[in-house]
């Protein structure tokens, strides 16, 4: 049995030092992500765009389910911060060769990797990496089955505290997928510790998940009671598989009842932002016109999921490094160096 | 130990830096100050100089070189700077000189925003301590303090010197 994920990705002075969930994380330190992607944004602006921060350290992009726009901006992200970034297509290489998930991390952790970037289909892998296989190289969760996809959750909440001033107060409407979805899961927990007034789902009874409620939303069937008085929609990707599994009628049905028009859209505040966390279906769960409309924030986002993924791939890096420092300390408790540390004046 | 009346200070190191100015025929600088004392005795200068730009400031928390030993400072605020310092005369602004790596951090990240004309390094107190080859252009006071004894500048308003 594994614990408590929000635990794993901790020291043990409440630092980040995995980044696995944004369930159970404190606001302060959910604050401190987007303060610091906030302050990567502006280099990001810049001609020279990269920082010497993680400059000698290795990060491996693990993804065991495809994904180029997520793999690509944590490649971006790494680049920015001066480290050295891995790109392993793990599907097609150790395991179709019959080596062990465990072997393969183990390899690439002698290899003096200091990251693992992680994408999987089974919900709580990045957990299971993090907590029994390497536990001293920092695990970032780039998305994991139906569970979480905390990178992603965290660039929504940037997107809004920009374009509208903050989350706190702020009704938020998540409609499409939510059964399946485990951005939208990620979305909630960050929605409700960083104080959105209301959060809603909105989708077809077969797409909702029947416990949503105890997560603090509130669930709607209807665009139009759903989206009424709402600052933000968040319109979620609609997978064609789950028409074949007949949760859904058709996509031409979906799309009169969900999709987001111009005319929905009315329904919302009028400067409400519309989100999506991409790739979008037009036509599907959302119009051309909304979709490259005024209220549409969707480019924003993924320019800002390059800062978030800056800024969590920095902290998590920062506190395994103190770890490690702290093991190196207790090991050599002896050899009474007292040093006068070189480093920031003191002011 | 005596520490130095700091307001008496700043306004000294303003007029001593107006000479400096005229000195080096640098008629347009850009104040920089460095966060977070920095950008104190910066916006001290600027009243007094009433430049034209203000005051840029620096946020070196992503330039530090001991990041693998103190990883991440907490508070990072980020940096402001005009979009170009390209051929600026940049006025470098810090309260404390200690080591020199703040400084040569500074000066790594103004680089990444474009290439100046100059850089002069303006510091209200200099501690002594230094660990690479860097000093300031214009310093208000020179400090020798005891082993182990730090000082802590508080403000913005007042701006108060205290020993740690």
Redesign the interface.
Known sequence: MTTDPSQVQLTADG?LKHFLTTEGLSRELLT?IL??A??FI??QE???K?????RGKTVVNLFFENSTRTRSTFELAAKRLSADILNLDIAKSATAKGETLMDTLWNLEAMYSDMFVVRHADSGAAHFIAEHVTPNVAIINAGDGRHAHPTQAMLDMLTIRRHQGSIEGKIVAIVGDILHSRVARSQIHALRTLGAAEVRVIGPGTLLPRDIEALGCKAYYRMEDGLKDCDVIIMLRLQKERMQNALLPSEGEFFKLYGLTEEKLTYAKPDAIVMHPGPINRGVEIESNVADGPQSVILNQVSYGIAVRMAVM??A???Q??ER?ELAEQNSEQSDVHN???????? | MHLPDIEQTCTELGQRLAAYLQQNNIEQPLLVGIRTGGVWIAERLQQQLQTEDGVSTLDISFYRDDFTRHGLHPQVKGSELPDSIEDRHIILIDDVVMSGRTIRAAMNELFDYGRPASISLVCLLDIGRRELPIQPDLCGVTLALEEGQLVKLSGPTPLQLSLA
Do not use: F, H
Not at chain 1, 340 to 347: I, M, S, V
């Open positions: 630092r401190e303060d610091t906030d302050s502006s280099t810049r001609d020279v990269k920082v010497p921060l993680l920095a902290m890096m920062s506190g490094q103190q420092n006068n540390e070189p480093g920031q004046e003191e002011a």
